[in-house]
């Protein structure tokens, strides 16, 4: 869903901002030659979000203000504009399907073009709003399975579309936060297509692969399947259940759960040795020592609870997508040591973690702002929304649908439109029937 043109960009810097639950992180990057290099990291707690979704405007507004001021401060830069991440339990997906007759019998990109709002007219009620509309499939006369049908001859073009929407009031909410801390955002972006872009090898898209994002209050899945994104959830359950089930069992503030789950949590409790003991220090500040397993314990019902959810949604699109050769985690909560072992022992799939790839960092690892590599699951959205705002050529765009597949069509689009009106790019991006860039949707 584009918001701005992204002419308000400064030069080559594209700047992400992932607000979750737990964090507000800003990322940024400087492009050149065909490199994206990550200069600065900016990050704060965040503590006007509940399960993905703004429910204290002023709260969200200091800490984007914050992360905003630490990124700034190490790129040496003013943050204008951003791409955003979206998540929640509001989001939801569907699948629509459109089809246009072809005209001269040579399919070109006006007809690509009128498939896809074709496949677009479905009724959305006035409480929610679309943020994405992604092509899965071309099927030209009867001939499934085509990625780019620009060139090849048909009579019949169809197109199979995967269309995401959200709850108005969620995203004029998390509009309105990006405003009052004095930034634009040039686009909003579901989280786990960002995550995916960030993460996720083209192999594995074409496999089939699960990506499931474990943030701080929400779990975010995208499926993919043949090179596209086939289906996409969002769950209520994140790492903050994971520390309040430990904040709760142990009698506990919050923040020493937090430290004792990225400590010593893990969610097999089989793992553990029985004599090994750990120091908790309780609300009264007596610090008394307790058997690490007992963490387990609290923790692994919690963790069985969301790969059964997981599953479910896996289930739920073996329909449209069977046969998935693998679950990537990634998101700050599934460095959890043992969930990647007990989530591949339940659902009988191979399980990895995923680390953001493909591209590169000058940060000063060294500096106080910053604390840790960018090679690190928890800054995958952040990433993924830097990819997003780079060039669709040279990386996978965050709507799940690389520019190797679609960009093609979107480049040869813009230069015969260029050629017969005399616009540039840019004001072609601009244009369309859903509020939304031609690439966005192609």
């Not at 998540?87 to 690509?112: C, L, N």
């Not at 579901?190 to 995550?195: D, F, G, K, V």
């Not at 499931?212 to 929400?218: K, M, N």
Request: net charge negative.
């Amino acid at each position: 869903m584009r918001i701005k043109d992204p002419l308000g960009r400064r030069g080559n810097i594209v700047v992400g901002l992932d607000v979750g639950t737990t964090k507000i992180c800003a990322i940024v990057a400087e492009v050149r030659g065909g490199k994206t290099d990550i200069i600065a990291i900016g990050s704060a707690p965040s503590t006007g979000l509940r399960k993905g979704v703004v429910i204290n405007i002023e709260s969200t507004v200091d800490s984007i203000k914050k992360a905003i001021k630490d990124a700034e401060a190490i790129a040496g830069i003013e943050i204008k504009s951003v791409y955003v991440g979206i998540a929640g339990g509001h989001i939801k997906g569907f699948e629509s399907y459109g089809a246009v007759g072809i005209k001269g019998k040579e399919v070109k990109y006006q007809d690509v073009e009128r498939a896809i709002d074709s496949a677009s007219v479905v009724y959305v009620p006035l409480d929610r709003e679309v943020l994405h509309v992604i092509p899965t499939e071309f099927i030209l006369d009867g001939q499934d399975g085509i990625k780019d049908p620009v060139g090849m001859a048909g009579v019949r073009l169809e197109v199979k579309v995967h269309i995401v929407t959200g709850a108005v009031s969620s995203v004029q909410n998390l509009l309105k936060c990006c405003e009052r801390a004095g930034i634009d955002v040039i686009d909003i972006v579901l989280e786990p297509i960002a995550s995916a872009a960030a993460v996720l090898t083209e192999d594995e898209k074409d496999l089939g692969t699960a990506l499931v994002d474990i943030g701080g209050g929400t779990t975010d899945i995208a499926i993919y399947k043949d090179g596209s994104l086939r289906h996409t959830a969002v769950l209520a359950l994140g790492g903050n259940h994971f520390t309040n089930d430990i904040g709760i069992g142990l009698r506990i503030p919050v923040q020493e759960a937090e430290r004792i789950k990225k400590k010593y949590g893990c969610a097999i409790t089989s793992m553990i040795d029985e004599a090994e003991e750990m120091d908790v220090a309780g609300a009264d500040k007596q610090v008394r020592k307790i058997p690490r397993r007992y963490i387990a314990e609290i923790i692994q019902p919690r963790c069985e609870e969301l790969t059964e959810l997981i599953k479910r949604e896996i289930e739920n699109s073996a329909g449209l997508e069977p046969g998935l050769s693998g679950v990537i985690l990634t998101g700050g909560a599934s460095l959890l040591a043992g969930l990647d072992r007990l989530m591949e022992a339940n659902l009988g799939l191979s399980v990895r973690i995923g680390m953001p790839a493909g591209i590169e960092s000058s940060c000063a690892l060294n500096s106080p702002l910053f604390q840790s590599s960018v090679n690190n699951p928890m800054y995958s959205t952040g990433i993924g929304l830097i990819l997003h705002g780079t060039d669709g050529e040279t990386v996978p765009n965050a709507f799940g649908i690389n520019g190797e597949m679609f960009g093609g069509i979107f480049d040869r689009m813009t230069e015969w439109v260029r050629n017969l009106f005399g616009v540039n790019g840019h004001d072609l991006r601009g244009k369309s029937a859903l509020g939304g860039s031609i690439r966005q949707r192609i």
